[in-house]
């Protein structure tokens, strides 16, 4: 960079808007474009949190009426005829694959019972893993704005500061007028690589956990229904 373009563009600075958006016009384009690319990362990361924060809730009520239904007593075959065509939960596809599985075999032209319950329990793994891959979808995004963000918004504070040293040393003026604002225009990149990465890495063990949770309900009702199937099979063989 030619020192008397970087003088040139430190002049301003005497006079600097140190407000939020005055900070923003006055960076140079470099931190500018890290800047942004932290807002829209933050806008991202508060979306993902919104629509997992009502995904895992809706989640969570409805395997809980799944469960009032399952265990009131009702027939596995009309609750299965209910659920078929949409199974709109974690719980619920679960229950179905089951017991999709569990009707090829006994309603078919051949009935076949070597293996069913392995079949089934199959059958029931590989759904459980669909099911938690769908609840850690874009999971990853938070992880990654979590711990990236802050050295994204470091290496635009280090640029800042680098240009404002070059600003200092073209103009040889080193009073607090001319320093501070591009100090500040340079820490308010990190400022924002903060605000995007603190929330992220919040929700993300939030989620995280919350992923764990429902896999294990999953897991834990996979191994009951599985148990309850298991018996029907002796009983039928």
Do not use: C
Not at 3 to 23: C, E, K, Y
């Amino acid at each position: 960079m030619n020192p008397a373009d970087v003088a040139q563009s430190a002049l301003p600075l005497t006079s600097s808007d140190l407000s939020i958006f005055g900070l923003f016009w006055q960076a140079h384009w470099i931190v500018k474009f890290v800047m942004t690319g932290l807002i829209a990362s933050s806008v991202w990361v508060w979306a993902i949190v919104v629509d997992k924060t009502i995904l895992f809730s809706r989640t969570k009520k409805a395997m809980d009426r799944f469960e009032q239904a399952f265990w009131s007593g009702q027939s596995l075959e009309e609750l299965y005829r209910n659920l078929q065509s949409r199974p709109n939960h974690s719980m619920a596809a679960l229950f179905v694959a089951a017991m999709r599985e569990w009707k090829r075999s006994f309603e078919g032209s051949t009935r076949s019972f070597a293996g069913l319950q392995m079949r089934i329990e199959k059958v029931m793994d590989v759904t459980i893993a669909r099911e938690v891959e769908r609840l850690e979808r874009r999971l990853l995004v938070l992880a990654t704005v979590g711990s990236a963000g802050p050295f994204v918004g470091l290496f635009g504070t280090v640029w800042g500061i680098m240009t404002s040293f070059q600003s200092i040393a073209a103009s040889k003026n080193t009073s607090l007028a001319v320093v501070a604002p591009g100090i500040a225009e340079a820490l308010f990149a990190t400022a924002i690589g903060l605000i995007a990465a603190i929330p992220a890495t919040i929700f993300y063990n939030k989620f995280s956990s919350e992923v764990n949770k429902q896999a294990a309900r999953l897991e834990g009702f996979a191994d009951e229904f599985s148990a309850i199937l298991s018996r029907q099979i002796d009983e039928r063989v």
